[in-house]
C-alpha cells in the first residue's frame, strides 16, 4: 500500500487518498517508542454508511479488514485501541421516531467494538442522548472500559466511571485516563467538575502512585481545550481528542505532549506509531471480497434485518395500524410531531407531473429522481435514517405510515415499492395516474412546500418559487455530500451551481 506523505492538507485533498501519513516533527517522544495507538472518534451511531455519498466510508466491516491489514504491520508490537466519545448517537436527544432505530444500533457498536478489542472509551455528550440508564445498559454490554475523570453523580458526588485504568504493553506500563467538557450537556442528576482540575489530579496519581511510563489522555474537549489543555498539565505524552471534529492529518505538538483527532462517522482509523501519524480512509476496497465475509459483515446483515424490522413496527403502533402485543415498544400516549397543518395533503410527483410534464421531464433526468433507487442498491431503502432525506413526508400524518406504503395507486391498494422505483424511469406521465401518490425520492414537495389547493387556485400558486439554501443543507451536510464543503464550511460557488443544476425550467 502507498502511503503519500504531507505536512498540512485540506479534508477534501485528503479524501482522494485511501491513507496519508504524516510526522510529527524529528523529535521523537521516547516513551511513546514502540507503542501503537489505534483511534477513533466522533463516529455517531453510524455502524455502515447508508450509499448516499459520493466516496461512501467507514463500517464496522470495513474497519475488521483494515484492522487486520494494520495489526498484520506491527509484528510482535501491542497496540492500544481507544475511543474518545460520541460514538453511539448522531444527535441528542435521541429521535422519537429514530428512537427504535437509533438505541438498537447503538447495541450493535458495542458488539461491534467488542469484537473489535477496543479497550476503552471516554464518552461525549452524544452518547448520553437516551439518558444514563440507557448509557449504562450499554456499558454492561461492553467488553471495553469506560473512564471519565470527572463526571460525578451530583447526589453522592461520587464519580460514575472509573477515572483512569493501567495496562501494559510492550514491556511498558501506561495510563489511560478520560475526561469530559464540562460545558457540554449531561442527563439531569450528573455534572462534570472542571477538567483541567480533574486531569492534573490523575495524571499526578497515575505519574506518582502508579509508576506509569507513558499517559494517554481521551479528552471530549475540543481541539482548542485539548491545545489548553496540553499547556496546562505536564505530563501527559499523548492526548486523543473528540467533539470538534477537527481532523488532524499531522498531529499538533504542544510542550511534549502529542495531540491526535480522528475525522467523523468512522469514516478514517487514525494510527500513531514511533512519531508517525497514519489516516486509513474506510472505503470500498476494505469491503470483504466475495464468499469471504468477516464477523462484521454478519453482524451488520443481521442488524440490517433486523432495523427493517423494528421500523415496519415502529412504524405500525406510531401512525395506529395493529401490530403483535409482543412488538410494542412504542408507549402509546407518544405522538408524532404534527409538521403539516390541518388539511395538508402531499399530492406527489405522480399528480404534479399531470399539468407540468416539462419540469417533471426535467427532474425524471436529476439525480433526485433516483434517490430511493439509491437506497435499494445498498440495502438501505427500510432504513428510516436513510429514508429521511430519499423520500417524502416521514413524520407527517400526511405521509407514509410505513416503509412498504410509500406508493399507493388511485383504487387505494397498496403498491410494491421496489418494482415502482425499477419501472419510473421508463414510466410515462399516462401511466402515473394510475398512482394516487408516490412518496419516493426527492421531488416537487420536498422543494416547494406542501400545496394541497395548489391544483384547485386560479391566478395563484400557492408553493415556494425557489427553495432556500436550508431545504438543500438539511441533507446534503458536511459528512453526506464533502464534496459541496471546503474546510468545514460551504463552497458558495459550487452550492450555486448545484442549486442550478436541479432548478426546474418555468
Known amino acids: 500500500m502507498k502511503l503519500i506523505k504531507f505536512s498540512r492538507i485540506g479534508l477534501a485533498a485528503c479524501l482522494l487518498w485511501s491513507c496519508a501519513e504524516a510526522p510529527v516533527s524529528h523529535h521523537e517522544n521516547r516513551p511513546?517508542?514502540?507503542?501503537?495507538?489505534?483511534?477513533?472518534?466522533?463516529?455517531?451511531?453510524?455502524?455502515?454508511?447508508?450509499?448516499?455519498?459520493?466516496?461512501?466510508?467507514?463500517?464496522?466491516?470495513?474497519?475488521?479488514?483494515?484492522?487486520?491489514e494494520v495489526f498484520a504491520s506491527f509484528d510482535e508490537k501491542q497496540p492500544l485501541v481507544v475511543d474518545s466519545?460520541?460514538?453511539?448517537?448522531?444527535?441528542?436527544?435521541?429521535?422519537?421516531?429514530?428512537?427504535?432505530?437509533?438505541?438498537?444500533?447503538?447495541?450493535?457498536?458495542?458488539?461491534?467494538?467488542?469484537?473489535?478489542?477496543?479497550?476503552?472509551?471516554?464518552?461525549?455528550?452524544?452518547?448520553?442522548?437516551?439518558?444514563?440508564?440507557?448509557?449504562?445498559?450499554?456499558?454492561?454490554?461492553?467488553?471495553?472500559?469506560?473512564?471519565?475523570?470527572?463526571?460525578?453523580?451530583?447526589?453522592?458526588g461520587a464519580l460514575v466511571f472509573d477515572a483512569s485504568a493501567v495496562v501494559e504493553k510492550?514491556?511498558?506500563?501506561?495510563?489511560?485516563?478520560?475526561?469530559?467538557?464540562?460545558?457540554?450537556?449531561?442527563?439531569?442528576?450528573?455534572?462534570?467538575?472542571?477538567?483541567?482540575?480533574?486531569?492534573?489530579?490523575?495524571?499526578?496519581?497515575?505519574?506518582?502512585?502508579?509508576?506509569?511510563?507513558?499517559?494517554?489522555?481521551?479528552?471530549?474537549?475540543?481541539?482548542?481545550?485539548?491545545?489548553?489543555?496540553?499547556?496546562?498539565?505536564?505530563?501527559?505524552?499523548?492526548?486523543v481528542g473528540a467533539h470538534s471534529h477537527s481532523f488532524l492529518t499531522k498531529p499538533e505538538r504542544v510542550g511534549e505532549t502529542i495531540i491526535l483527532h480522528s475525522s467523523y462517522r468512522g469514516q478514517h482509523l487514525g494510527v500513531f506509531l514511533d512519531g508517525t501519524n497514519t489516516f486509513y480512509q474506510l472505503e470500498d476496497r476494505y469491503i470483504s471480497p466475495a464468499g469471504?465475509?468477516?464477523?462484521?459483515?454478519?453482524?451488520?446483515?443481521?442488524?440490517?434485518?433486523?432495523?427493517?424490522?423494528?421500523?415496519?413496527?415502529?412504524?405500525?403502533?406510531?401512525?395506529?395500524?395493529?401490530?403483535?402485543?409482543?412488538?410494542?415498544?412504542?408507549?402509546?400516549?407518544?405522538?408524532?410531531?404534527?409538521?403539516?397543518?390541518?388539511?395538508?395533503?402531499?399530492?406527489?410527483?405522480?399528480?404534479?407531473a399531470q399539468c407540468h410534464s416539462k419540469q417533471h421531464e426535467f427532474v425524471s433526468k436529476t439525480r433526485h429522481s433516483s434517490a430511493y433507487l439509491t437506497l435499494m442498491k445498498v440495502g438501505q431503502n427500510r432504513n428510516l435514517e436513510c429514508l429521511q432525506c430519499h423520500t417524502l413526508g416521514q413524520g407527517m400524518p400526511s405521509g407514509y405510515s410505513h416503509v412498504d406504503r410509500l406508493v399507493i395507486g388511485t383504487d387505494g391498494s397498496q403498491l410494491n415499492v421496489e418494482k415502482f422505483?425499477?419501472?419510473?424511469?421508463?414510466?410515462?406521465?399516462?401511466?402515473?395516474?394510475?398512482?394516487?401518490?408516490?412518496?419516493?425520492?426527492?421531488?416537487?414537495e420536498s422543494c416547494h412546500s406542501v400545496a394541497p389547493t395548489h391544483a384547485r387556485k386560479s391566478g395563484g400558486t400557492n408553493i415556494s418559487p425557489k427553495p432556500g439554501a436550508a431545504t438543500c443543507l438539511a441533507c446534503h451536510t458536511s459528512d453526506r455530500a464533502p464534496g459541496w464543503y471546503r474546510d468545514g464550511k460551504l463552497d458558495q460557488k459550487l452550492f450555486a451551481e448545484k442549486l442550478e443544476s436541479v432548478s426546474c425550467p418555468r
Open 32 to 68: 511513546l517508542s514502540g507503542l501503537p495507538i489505534v483511534y477513533s472518534a466522533n463516529v455517531s451511531g453510524e455502524i455502515e454508511p447508508c450509499g448516499c455519498r459520493g466516496n461512501p466510508s467507514g463500517g464496522l466491516d470495513r474497519r475488521w479488514n483494515a484492522q487486520k
Open 85 to 156: 466519545g460520541d460514538l453511539f448517537f448522531r444527535g441528542a436527544p435521541v429521535p422519537f421516531l429514530l428512537a427504535p432505530q437509533w438505541k438498537y444500533q447503538a447495541q450493535v457498536l458495542v458488539e461491534g467494538y467488542n469484537s473489535l478489542g477496543i479497550e476503552f472509551l471516554a464518552p461525549g455528550e452524544l452518547d448520553f442522548a437516551a439518558g444514563m440508564d440507557a448509557f449504562i445498559e450499554l456499558r454492561h454490554r461492553a467488553r471495553f472500559k469506560v473512564l471519565s475523570s470527572n463526571i460525578y453523580e451530583e447526589l453522592s
Open 170 to 239: 510492550n514491556g511498558k506500563k501506561i495510563g489511560i485516563l478520560g475526561v469530559y467538557d464540562e460545558e457540554l450537556d449531561l442527563p439531569a442528576g450528573y455534572r462534570a467538575r472542571p477538567h483541567i482540575e480533574a486531569v492534573k489530579q490523575e495524571v499526578n496519581k497515575l505519574r506518582s502512585e502508579k509508576n506509569v511510563a507513558v499517559v494517554v489522555a481521551l479528552t471530549h474537549l475540543g481541539l482548542e481545550k485539548d491545545r489548553l489543555l496540553a499547556a496546562s498539565v505536564s505530563g501527559i505524552d499523548v492526548i
Open 292 to 352: 469471504r465475509s468477516n464477523p462484521m459483515d454478519q453482524l451488520l446483515l443481521r442488524s440490517k434485518k433486523r432495523i427493517a424490522e423494528l421500523n415496519a413496527e415502529s412504524d405500525a403502533e406510531i401512525f395506529g395500524d395493529a401490530v403483535p402485543a409482543k412488538n410494542k415498544h412504542v408507549r402509546a400516549e407518544k405522538k408524532v410531531r404534527n409538521t403539516t397543518t390541518p388539511g395538508q395533503v402531499l399530492q406527489t410527483f405522480a399528480q404534479c
Open 421 to 444: 422505483a425499477s419501472e419510473l424511469p421508463q414510466m410515462s406521465v399516462a401511466e402515473l395516474r394510475k398512482v394516487k401518490r408516490a412518496l419516493i425520492n426527492v421531488q416537487c
